[in-house]
């Protein structure tokens, strides 16, 4: 637990500056925060990260989350959707050179982990954009959710919500979850309100929070997968940057959704 706190308080003092002055700063943050995530699942699939999947993995990871303006030198047919197709070719035709090391399974589960990671940072980076109340309100129904449905889920958590993917989490933790998320992004939005009404962003609220529980089970799901406890040790008693932006990665885009990014 002493771990885990510090840990905490570490990496709070390095990431609260960066996402209150935001501009180029988010944007650096962005790219490496996603480059780390899309490694660790390179990791788990037990491949180099010094070989040539590594390499387009690393390069469709970063055409996905850096802003646009970074690429004005390029012609204009090529912009950063069509680099990440080109790193899915350069995936498959890697299939055709590997002499069966590396498999069109291997090429689809990074193009994935790519494609997940890589948008899920783009839009972190567009939620620092439209306003740090937006980020912040993000934010805070993610970790009221998470925190929500540990605490009420070890108190009185009884019937299993996923025994297969993740057994310690629970239906009234996950509800307890989204009760408690509900109330603090309801409190937030009563300082910080937005373009919809209030009973709007209630809703909405509530959606954020089950949908960043489905984000979390999904990486529950990955690891399940590989056999492994975390998706790296960056953090100290937290695990890796995939174990702490899971759910985020599924809240932005559905966030983007609705319009408010």
């Not at 650096?28 to 490694?39: M, R």
């Not at 993917?165 to 603090?184: D, F, L, M, R, Y």
Request: aromatic share 14%.
């Amino acid at each position: 637990m002493k771990q885990r706190v510090t840990t905490a308080v570490i990496a709070l003092i390095i990431f609260i500056p960066v996402i209150v002055y935001g501009k180029w700063l988010i944007d650096i943050a962005g790219i490496v925060l996603g480059l780390i995530a899309v490694n660790e699942v390179l990791m788990m699939k037990k491949l180099l990260l010094v070989s040539p999947e590594a390499i387009i993995a690393d390069i469709g990871v970063f055409s996905l989350i850096a802003p646009l303006s970074w690429f004005g030198w390029l012609p204009p047919q090529i912009d950063q959707t069509f680099i990440f197709f080109l790193c899915v070719l350069g995936l498959l035709i890697r299939t055709v050179f590997s002499r069966n090391r590396f498999s069109f399974d291997d090429a689809g589960a990074i193009t994935l982990a790519v494609a997940y990671i890589g948008f899920g940072f783009n839009y972190f980076i567009a939620a620092r954009g439209v306003g740090l109340s937006m980020l912040l309100y993000i934010l805070f129904v993610i970790w009221s959710t998470d925190s929500g449905a540990y605490m009420l889920g070890k108190r009185f958590g009884k019937h299993k919500l996923a025994p297969a993917i993740s057994p310690n989490k629970t239906w009234e933790g996950s509800i307890g979850g989204t009760v408690v998320a509900t109330v603090i992004g309801t409190i937030f939005l009563a300082f910080f309100p937005t373009q919809y009404n209030f009973v709007v962003m209630i809703l909405l609220t509530l959606i954020f929070s089950i949908t960043g529980q489905f984000g979390d089970l999904i990486e529950s799901a990955l690891k399940r997968y590989f056999s492994v406890k975390d998706s790296g040790n960056i953090l100290p008693g937290h695990g890796g940057i995939f174990d702490r932006f899971d759910s985020m990665l599924l809240v932005l885009p559905i966030v983007h959704l609705f319009g408010l990014i």
